[in-house]
């Protein structure tokens, strides 16, 4: 991108920032005079927040509303605005819009629902919206959007109720959240946990900005240091893509709460890569591979921010904890729900137990250093907590806490706070309901957990999220066809998928096959196959014959291929049958390329044969991958492990394996291929050092 692009781009950013955040003026279109109807929310929340802007409601029925001037028009206003609410009826919308367009206005938010959620007369309208912003460049956010908070400057433009409560404590954390209520919802628990906002969207439907944009347009802002995500789907997945990887850039850490775990696989595509990657799966890779921290717990939206900062993506780590405890039992919950997670609790090495009896700490030295009730005395925690602090076992150190939290807050948490300045990270876990100490500890900015649960869920998903690697340029492919098994492996040739060598014969209409090249290159068994493009799925026709010995048993095998053509697939021509060796590796694997419509390319690796379907044995990623990563992916497929040379047994390829990921993730970056979707199942591992195979292959071409 040229430098003229890249300030283009940033100027707009700055505009749009400024209107979501910092506008000097707003209109609040449909305001109402009564404060308990939602039409009245917004001018009563602006006047209690103290907001020094400009508010002009717009009531073509009333000369004042809530006790100020009220104005017929947007048109009749002293100067254009540069935000307006519009909390008029769904039917009022589109034409709001328009005018706010014709007068110039910079960002409208549409309260209204009714959209292409209703059926096709909301999608028109939900259409013309579109098409009013793609024409003018008017921002919208919405519809069904609560509105914008910014506690710094008093900017309550939200008719979500939960703004009523007064003294809302402002912060560094910026959210965007799908679920306007939930932006309410967020601010409550923070309120009470002390936690509070540089900001909240509520974002609606996107029909025109979306979580990405937004979050990207404030990335300048000094006040804005971390982000938290509340996301109900990836629509827009290349904006939020954009704006993970500039904050992963900018060391701004990003957690997200996404919807969706339990939902069902996505669309049956031609590839079982289309099956098996479900929608959640694509979804956790996708945040992951974009450094973001996903959670699964609410409550952790609002405690694992301070852990994201001492812990930033940069920092290599080995995924180490060491715990430290005034209550075996509390730590006991702690350790176990890390191993849920498989994060391990790693014990004191003989080094650091020799600095701590050297330091005369009492108690027990096992999993976890169990101070047992000398670990309330300051100088006993604190002794302890520099020691592991500094120990190199431990890329981060949990410290549990027990009743002293709750009765003696001050003497509790004083050695963790004054423990906190080390470079390594240091969390408590307080095992009584201690809301003092918690606010103590969260004033300090120490991360602080009330359940082992959310702890063990922020330690577990900090650890998982990985640096944003290579970004894909290939895209959607528009009509993409299935290629047929002989043209699939010209393309496999071309980035460097070994595959099992392969002959192609002509088969007449009667299955008789062509004699006069009859001869094959390499030695029998061999396997014969239909090769066709409109037949995919060759074994769901019987177009797979195996096991065949010798050249009468092959062309037996094309009479058998023609019978079962005619039965089970009538009116497909094919006329060719492809044959290749049999082989046998140590194991199959499936190796899947997909564009996926929201997260991108992405990459999969599982279980391949029959497995694959049946266990779901799987890793992703996002597209390209390098070799490095590939070897990760392999190390998450159970099955794999089968062949890692574990207690004697035979060792596969697993190196060649990796590369064979890595050459096939590289549709990524091919464009020019016009690949959708690519799949080599199985993929034959062979004994270490005789490399991968693939047997079948399946690719979507446009």
């Known amino acids: 991108m040229s430098s003229n692009s890249k300030n283009s781009n940033r100027s707009k950013d700055s505009d749009l920032c400024k209107a979501l955040l910092y506008p000097a003026s707003v209109a609040l279109v449909g305001a109402s005079d009564d404060t308990k109807k939602t039409g009245g929310r917004p001018q009563q929340f602006l006047r209690r927040a103290g907001f020094a802007g400009k508010v002009y409601p717009i009531n073509p029925n009333r000369a004042e509303v809530q006790g100020e001037q009220a104005w017929p028009s947007l048109a009749a206003l002293p100067e254009v605005p540069d935000t307006v609410f519009v909390l008029s009826p769904t039917d009022t919308v589109v034409d709001t819009v328009r005018e706010c367009a014709r007068l110039g206005v910079k960002l409208v938010v549409i309260l209204a629902s009714g959209f292409s959620e209703t059926g096709p007369e909301g999608a028109a309208r939900e259409e013309a919206l579109r098409q009013i912003a793609e024409d003018t460049g008017i921002r919208l956010l919405g519809p069904s959007s609560l509105g914008v908070v ?401 050249a009468e048993q092959l062309a037996q095998a094309f009479g058998t291929l023609r019978k079962n053509l005619t039965e089970r697939a009538p009116g497909i021509a094919c006329n060719e049958v492809l044959v290749q060796p049999m082989r046998k590796g140590l194991t199959e694997v499936l190796v899947g390329y997909r564009v996926d419509v929201d997260a991108g390319p992405i990459i999969m690796l599982a279980a391949g044969g029959i497995w694959a379907e049946v266990m779901k044995d799987r890793s992703i990623r996002l597209a390209p991958v390098s070799v490095e990563v590939a070897r990760e992916m392999i190390g998450e497929v159970r099955m794999l492990q089968t062949v890692a040379g574990l207690r004697g047994t035979k060792k596969g390829d697993l190196e060649a394996l990796a590369q064979t990921i890595a050459n096939l993730s590289q549709l990524a970056v091919r464009p020019e291929l016009r690949v959708s979707e690519a799949e080599v199942n199985p993929l034959m591992v062979m004994p270490e050092g005789e490399g991968v195979l693939a047997v079948d292959a399946l690719i979507l071409q446009a």
């Open 150 to 550: 910014n506690p710094s400057n008093g900017l309550m433009l939200t008719a979500n109720a939960a703004f009523a409560e007064p003294d809302m404590p402002t912060g560094n954390v910026f959210v965007a959240s799908h679920s306007g209520s939930m932006i309410g919802a967020l601010v409550s628990r923070g309120k009470a946990r002390g936690v509070g906002f540089a900001g909240l969207v509520s974002v609606g439907s996107e029909v025109d900005l979306s979580v990405g944009e937004i979050c990207m347009a404030t990335l300048d802002d000094p006040k804005i240091e971390g982000y938290v995500l509340f996301l109900e789907s990836l629509h827009h997945g290349d904006k939020l893509k954009a704006f993970a990887r500039e904050a992963a850039l900018r060391g701004k850490p990003v957690v997200a709460y996404k919807l969706g775990r339990s939902s069902a696989a996505a669309e049956m595509s031609a590839t079982h890569t289309g099956a098996l990657a479900g929608e959640d799966d694509i979804a956790d890779a996708f945040l992951k591979d974009l450094g973001v921290v996903r959670v699964e717990m609410l409550e952790t939206l609002f405690e694992v921010m301070p852990l994201a900062k001492k812990l930033p993506l940069a920092r290599k780590t080995s995924k180490r904890v060491g715990v430290v405890t005034t209550t075996g039992g509390g730590a006991a919950m702690v350790v176990d729900q890390l191993g849920i997670r498989d994060v391990t609790v790693e014990s004191v090495s003989p080094e650091t137990l020799a600095k701590l009896q050297a330091a005369d700490i009492p108690g027990t030295a096992g999993r976890v250093l169990d101070l047992t009730l000398a670990g309330t005395k300051y100088e006993v925690m604190k002794k302890a907590l520099d020691i592991l602090l500094e120990a190199p076992e431990f890329d981060l150190v949990v410290a549990v806490v027990g009743s002293s939290a709750r009765f003696n807050p001050d003497l509790a948490v004083k050695p963790i706070i004054d423990s906190a300045d080390h470079d390594k990270p240091l969390l408590a876990m307080l095992v009584p309901d201690a809301p003092n100490a918690l606010a103590q500890l969260t004033e300090a900015r120490i991360p602080c957990f009330r359940t082992p649960e959310a702890c063990a869920d922020a330690i577990a998903s900090v650890f998982a999220r990985r640096q944003p690697g290579q970004g894909a340029t290939a895209g959607q492919v528009v009509d993409a066809r299935s290629l047929k098994e002989s043209d699939a492996y010209a393309l496999l040739d071309e980035l460097n998928v070994p595959h099992a060598p392969a002959a192609t014969f002509a088969m007449d209409a009667m299955g008789a096959m062509n004699t006069a090249s009859a001869e094959l290159p390499f030695a029998f068994p061999v396997v014969a196959k239909v090769c066709s493009a409109q037949i995919p799925h060759k074994t769901e026709v019987g177009g797979v014959v195996l096991g065949i010995q010798n």
